[in-house]
């Protein structure tokens, strides 16, 4: 996408402070135990399924939710 923008554009890629942003809003207990884990998608959650399965080894079903 750069080389494609060239050097006058700048790209920001706001997953960092999103992610820092999400923990400070809510936070874990330190020691959290076993839980649930309910994945949710807004457009097709084949890709996040796939993630799931082979980066958190879940076969937990994703859900949509229709904005």
């Known amino acids: 996408i750069a080389a494609a923008l060239g050097p006058g554009v700048t790209l920001v890629d706001p ?7 999400a ?5 874990l207990p330190k020691h959290a135990g076993p839980g649930r884990l309910d994945l949710w ?5 084949r890709p ?9 080894g879940v ?9």
């Open 48 to 56: 996040l399924e796939a993630f799931a399965h082979r980066h958190l």
């Open 23 to 27: 923990a400070s809003l809510l936070p």
């Open 15 to 21: 997953a960092g402070a999103v992610a820092r942003r």
């Open 59 to 67: 076969t937990s079903p994703v859900r949509t939710l229709d904005l």
């Open 41 to 45: 998608a807004t457009g097709d959650p």
